[in-house]
């Protein structure tokens, strides 16, 4: 791993899809940094998400650093059937139906496969579709038909969200498609499962019971009620993403920064990574520079401490995969410039374990208060490194783990640049072993200062007692 890779504190995660599934593009954007990888399974086959798996493993090999990868189920969001050309064009004024019947769609109706929604809504419900893009406001009601008035004009098209404000659905948090993709998923080399449209921990706990531990979780905030839950659900996962799209559809606009900003600060206090996803840089679809406001929005959340920031459209489909990932790595960079930017990083203490508590304290001030070149920790689990991370000190954070698992799944957090290590069951060993991996990467010159952690028995993460500042 470069130094150049290594600036970066602020991960990247990049949606795959037809705009970048070759390897070229791949390997394209792990040469910009991109560590992580989504794969939504609300779109694509199993084969072809099965090639893109394959790409990025064999890719992963190539450049000798580990590499996560995302499952995003579908989950329980309603979605339109497909439509002749496409797409559809509604004007204001009209009459849009949503029905059983599977013939394709046109500007008149659409496919709805959802039946339990046609006796959920009434008169005078608002509906929502394409990430409230295009609203109506139901107007009759049948077993089998939802007529609907058209309140502003847009194109509707395959697939495209379908959201109604003030409905909750009562049904399994994986649906039928969700539980094969999640059988498919499960037998593939992934890491995390992203779940769709959690509403309280109990959601979490279904999925965990079939999940187990063959990949971690990671709940997508996108529901009022996974923000009443908000702290079990944190607790219960490994992670979190702010869906900010459906999020902005299912509450008020205006709660959606408010929203963000009490989820990150939450998600950095329980030590788990957080995600801002959805039309961070959404323009880029089509065009090849970023509004100002996207630019913005970007370096907020980079200010706020997030951990990763996600690139749907913009690589999954979008005519500027590339440019995308560049541009938000740019403005990452150029606001960790920012003088300002390590003050707005500083939180109460919140670590329940007063070891790591401490030991993670002194690291940040030792990176802190002296020209500290990098933090090497060597661990089994990811907690060590996980809770320097949190501190967010100014120093990179080298994790050294001997299972592949552990170092594929700190690819999302804060700052932790993770390597696959040799196994060692003393002190010394390890010790040595940091520090010809800070050498041989680049990362350190004779006479550099290197903060050292690793724990007291290398079997558990129980405690750790070394903490060590060396000269190189």
């Not at 403005?331 to 993670?360: C, V, W």
């Not at 991996?437 to 070394?466: F, M, N, R």
């Amino acid at each position: 791993m470069n130094k150049q890779t290594m600036l970066s504190r602020t991960k990247i995660v990049a949606t795959l899809g037809p705009s970048s599934s070759s390897t070229e593009t791949i390997k394209a954007l792990l040469e910009l940094g991109v560590r992580v990888f989504r794969l939504n399974f609300s779109h694509g086959t199993h084969h072809s998400h099965q090639d893109q798996i394959k790409k990025i493993r064999e890719l992963e090999d190539l450049i000798e650093e580990p590499v996560g990868i995302m499952v995003d189920l579908q989950g329980r969001k309603i979605r339109l059937g497909q439509f002749k050309d496409g797409e559809a064009h509604v004007q204001t004024g009209d009459v849009f139906t949503l029905d059983q019947d599977k013939t394709l769609g046109d500007v008149q109706r659409v496919y709805l496969p959802h039946s339990e929604i046609f006796t959920l809504l009434n008169k005078g419900d608002s509906v929502l579709i394409d990430d409230g893009k295009v609203p109506f406001r139901v107007i009759e009601t049948t077993p089998t038909s939802i007529k609907m008035e058209v309140l502003q004009a847009g194109t509707l098209s395959d697939h495209k969200g379908v959201s109604m404000p003030s409905k909750c659905l009562v049904s399994p948090i994986l649906t039928p498609k969700d539980v094969q993709d999640l059988e498919f998923a499960l037998t593939q080399d992934i890491d995390w499962i992203a779940l769709s449209y959690i509403q309280s921990s109990k959601d979490v706990q279904y999925a965990r019971d079939i999940i187990g531990e063959r990949a971690g979780i990671i709940a997508k905030i996108e529901h009022p009620g996974a923000l009443e839950d908000l702290e079990a659900i944190i607790s219960a996962t490994e992670g979190v993403m702010i869906a900010r799209g459906d999020l902005g559809v299912e509450i008020n606009p205006e709660e959606v920064p408010i929203s963000q900003r009490r989820i990150i600060k939450q998600a950095r206090q329980e030590g788990k990574p957080v995600i801002v996803a959805t039309q961070m840089l959404g323009s880029m679809v089509e065009s090849a520079i970023p509004t100002r406001a996207e630019v913005s929005d970007v370096a907020t959340a980079v200010y706020q401490g997030a951990d990763c920031l996600m690139l749907s459209g913009e690589t999954a489909n979008g005519a500027w995969p590339i440019q995308s990932v560049d541009r938000m790595r740019r403005i990452i960079l150029r606001t960790q410039e920012e003088r300002t930017y390590s003050d707005t990083h500083k939180e109460k203490d919140m670590n329940e374990n007063p070891l790591f508590e401490g030991i993670a304290q002194c690291v940040r001030l030792a990176a802190e208060r002296m020209e500290i070149k990098a933090i090497l920790n060597y661990t089994n689990t990811g907690r060590l490194p996980r809770d320097s991370a949190r501190k967010r000190p100014k120093a990179p954070i080298l994790a050294l783990s001997p299972f592949v698992k552990v170092a594929r799944q700190l690819t999302l957090v804060w700052g932790i640049f993770p390597y696959v290590v040799p196994s060692h069951h003393k002190e010394q060993d390890a010790k040595a072993l940091a520090l010809s991996v800070a050498l041989e990467g680049d990362i350190c010159k004779k006479g550099d200062l290197l903060i050292l952690s690793q724990e007291t028995s290398l079997e558990t993460e129980a405690s750790s007692t070394l903490l060590e500042i060396v000269r190189v």
